[in-house]
């Protein structure tokens, strides 16, 4: 079954309002795909008739953002990210700032991402101080990355057993995050369109997958707003697809093994 | 590169087995551990294990205390995969020898990423 | 050191229907959402089959799992990934089937870290006779549309 243009247009148009997030044409399919447990468990006969119900009801229309704009999430996401921030920013951080590191990790989704860089400085920098703020659009991720409880198939997910064990205990059916790691991370609802979240000035950024979702010019914003919240000397990591090429000439791409990290030109100060 | 799935359970050893195949090993099986030893002795190319806990003649967890006391084999990755999902069970099978758990259910792209960062995956054919 | 369960916290989490949507949605559908409670009366299952496995240990637990033999090789099929309307061996049936109940069972011994061990499966055209036992939970789901009952006994 193809959805119907109209039907297309009318999620397309809902999310990018609410979230800024641009779904072109061509993603048909990631929205059928997204919305068809939605449609089943609410009894519809497929995604197009799921879609007429939520164009009638304006109380479907936050679970239809949030089905389009919840990262798929995993520990360790792509690895090398975190190989960067143990080998580079850490370090790097640490000549300038001492035993302090302030980490945003933005788009976190239900926080694997923010505790997976707090295991690093667990096992890595056991003695640093590093407060990590973990901002996502959605209410109901953050909840759970707050509880830090995840099912047995999500930390199947990319966590190392070792890490697993280490780091959490299990409670039921679920595992719980330590209190060592979620003394690091706070959670906050945010917006990226908005003013950038409290805790900065940030050593690094992670804005992994996010930017792939936005226009150019939206791009450009978010951008300049990450900036403005970034320490003197921090880095930007971005997703293994991303770039700030054709974005914003400001930014400096430094390559690193496995990848690239972002930072302010010299002289091209916010 | 070659993997050794020991696991009774015929269906689970083809799904393991159609994983590991998938990704570019070359895959030989056991039914339980007193077997898979065998095979090692057959097979000393072996560089993947992956290994149910509860099986009949040796069990999973006997299958690694015993790896771990042959010196030619501290190269093979041990990778257990189980319904046993309590903390204490996955500790002592760590504490055993085992490099990796993997709880039942599972999704294939859960084993493909463990191997993935456990080094063993061959770049071409997984890309 | 007889520790005894308490299952009431374990009941309440719906363990039985909560394990069998994450392992249909995992290895045999791979996609979620195709398993639900059964709505309406209980359905009488077609040529029945019913798979066991227990936690042997100080208390014995036991998952029962009943189908219509065409609903369990439909499920053999689709862990195996076999095409639709293969021919399924008694073999593949019992492993698979037993597979799936051993899968639910291990589950349940984990979430009241039961210190047993798992027996092999065992299935036959008739429901173990259980009198003595107490039946914790006893759901009845759907898989697409197909009635699949799931059990959870205590035995003495």
């Known amino acids: 079954m193809t959805l119907a243009p109209d039907s297309f247009d009318f999620v397309a148009t809902l999310v990018r309002r609410r979230s800024a997030i641009q779904l072109d044409v061509g993603k048909e399919y990631l929205v059928e ?42 520990w360790f996401r792509d690895r090398h ?20 590191l302030r980490v945003w990790s933005a788009a976190c989704s239900s926080g694997q991402e923010p505790y997976s860089i707090a295991m690093t400085v667990a096992e890595h920098f056991p003695q640093l101080r590093a407060s990590i703020v973990a901002t996502d659009l959605s209410e109901s991720v953050l909840a759970q990355g707050r509880a830090g409880q995840y099912s047995q198939l999500e930390v199947n997910r990319g966590l190392p057993a070792p890490l697993l064990v280490k780091h959490f205990e299990r409670k039921g059916p679920v595992f719980e995050v330590s209190e060592q790691l979620r003394s690091m991370v706070t959670f906050r609802r945010h917006n990226l369109l908005d003013a950038p979240p409290l805790g900065g000035p940030f050593d690094v950024v992670f804005l992994r997958n996010v930017l792939i ?23 930007v990591l971005l997703g293994a697809a991303e770039s700030t090429i054709g974005v914003d000439d400001i930014w400096e791409r430094v390559p690193v093994a496995g990848g690239a990290l972002y930072r302010p030109r010299e002289g091209k100060a916010a | 590169m070659k993997a050794l799935v020991i696991d009774d359970s015929r269906v689970m050893r083809r799904i393991i087995g ?49 790896t771990r006391k042959r010196p030619e084999y501290r190269d093979i990755t041990l990778m257990m995969i189980t319904t046993e999902g309590e903390q204490e069970q996955i500790v002592r099978a760590l504490a055993a020898g085992a490099h990796e758990y993997v709880i039942k259910p599972f999704t294939a792209d859960v084993i493909v990423d463990k191997l993935g960062y456990l080094g063993l995956l061959d770049a071409e054919v997984h890309a | 050191m007889t520790a005894t369960i308490d299952w009431a916290p374990v009941l309440a989490g719906d363990p039985l229907l909560q394990i069998s949507q994450e392992l249909f949605s995992t290895m045999i559908d791979l996609e979620p959402g195709l398993v639900e409670r059964w709505v309406g009366d209980r359905p009488i299952l077609d040529d029945p089959r019913y798979t066991w496995v227990d936690v042997a240990g ?14 369990g090789e439909a499920i ?71 009635p699949i009952t799931v059990a959870l006994w205590l035995l003495p």
């Open chain 2, 18 to 66: 159609a994983i590991l195949t998938d990704v570019g090993f070359e895959v030989i099986e056991a039914g339980d551990g007193q077997e898979a030893l065998m095979r090692l002795e057959q097979h000393p190319d072996v560089r993947l294990c992956c290994i149910d806990w509860n099986m009949p003649v040796m069990n999973g967890y006997e299958f690694i205390v015993a």
């Open chain 3, 76 to 146: 053999t099929r689709a862990l195996l990934g076999l095409p639709d309307g293969t021919p399924v061996s008694d073999e593949d049936y019992v492993d698979a089937v037993g597979e799936v109940a051993n899968v639910v069972c291990g589950n349940v011994k984990s979430l009241v870290t039961h210190p047993g061990t798992l027996t092999i499966p065992v299935v036959a055209p008739a429901a173990p006779a259980l009198e003595h036992g107490t039946c914790l939970e006893d759901a009845c789901l759907s898989w697409r549309g197909a």
């Open chain 3, 58 to 71: 100080e208390q014995l637990v036991r998952v029962v799992i009943g189908t219509g033999r065409e609903t």
């Open chain 1, 81 to 100: 990210p975190f190989d960067v921030l143990k080998d580079t920013v850490i370090p790097d951080a640490m000549t300038r700032r001492g035993g302090q």
């Open chain 1, 33 to 74: 795909s997204r919305l068809a447990p939605l449609a089943r468990s609410a009894g519809a006969i497929d995604v197009e008739a799921f879609i007429r119900s939520v164009r009638a009801n304006v109380t479907l229309h936050d679970q239809v953002v949030e089905a389009l704009t919840t990262n798929e999430t995993s």
């Open chain 1, 213 to 235: 979702y936005f226009d150019v010019a939206t791009k450009r914003d978010v951008m300049r707003r990450v900036r403005s919240v970034l320490a003197p000397g921090g880095w």
